[in-house]
């Protein structure tokens, strides 16, 4: 065999090898996304209800935002591996989803634009097994977490208004059609740096990830 056929050769192994490579890297990268939506389909049944008023408000397509939604790096080696599978054992042995499971990292989340009447980005996001949102409404920040919403304000309220809003329907302090709920009550109020933040109690409304779960053959 001559030298230039020993090299064609070798440059024919190459070419494949790389081609094996990619194929098993896009098959790699499909295969963890169909796992981790399937980890989310089990973990995740509960959101602010702060979702489904800035859905129906706003025409946002909450299932084509969750569509875009991409497993963290590192998963599922950095979701505290021990942690990830005593909790998906659990699920399987109760049939049951667990409540609060939280990742190690926190990036799931997703951006939507071009949102009406609201500054800046909304962001989705899911923390353990609920579905947060973060967003801006004029000079007013907005994050959900844990069944309360914090309300971030770019300047110290005055102490006679804070003592006057204590205990009373967040409606009493913002006019927006999204906190016109009167079970949703001030529960604290703090100041840090010549801003305010005001939190709420709202709860969780029962959800359910957009994707169908997969059912064994």
């Known amino acids: 065999m001559t030298r230039a056929a020993v090299t064609s050769t070798k440059d024919l192994d190459a070419i494949a090898l790389r081609m094996e490579v990619s194929r098993f890297r896009r098959e790699w990268a499909a295969a963890r996304l169909d796992l981790y939506r399937r980890y989310l389909q089990v973990t ?11 859905a129906a408000d706003q025409s946002i397509d909450v299932k084509g935002a ?6 963290p790096v590192g998963w599922p080696d950095s979701t505290a591996r021990g942690k990830f599978a005593r909790s998906f054992a659990h699920v399987l042995r109760h049939y049951t989803v667990f409540a609060n499971v ?4 926190p990036s799931r989340s997703v951006t939507v634009r071009g949102v009406n009447h609201i500054d800046g980005l909304l962001i989705i996001r899911i923390a353990g097994s609920s579905v947060e949102l973060t ?9 959900t977490d844990g069944g309360t919403v ?6 110290e309220l005055p102490h006679a208004i804070e003592g006057a809003i204590m205990g009373k329907p967040v409606s ?3 006019s927006h059609r999204w906190f016109g709920d009167a079970t949703w009550v001030i529960s604290e109020v703090t100041r840090a740096g010549g801003c305010t933040t005001v939190v709420f109690k709202t709860g969780y409304a029962e959800y359910r990830m957009p994707w ?6």
Do not use: C, E, K, Y
Not at 135 to 143: A, E, K, Q
Not at 150 to 155: E, K, N, R, V
Not at 212 to 217: E, I, L, S
């Open 44 to 54: 995740v049944n509960r959101a602010t209800p702060l979702l489904a008023l800035a």
């Open 66 to 71: 969750m569509m875009r939604i991409q497993p």
């Open 102 to 105: 939280r990742d190690a990292n």
């Open 135 to 143: 967003m801006s409404i004029g000079d007013v920040t907005v994050r």
């Open 150 to 155: 914090s309300l971030g304000l770019a300047f």
């Open 172 to 174: 009493t302090l913002v």
């Open 212 to 217: 169908r779960p997969r059912v064994a053959a």
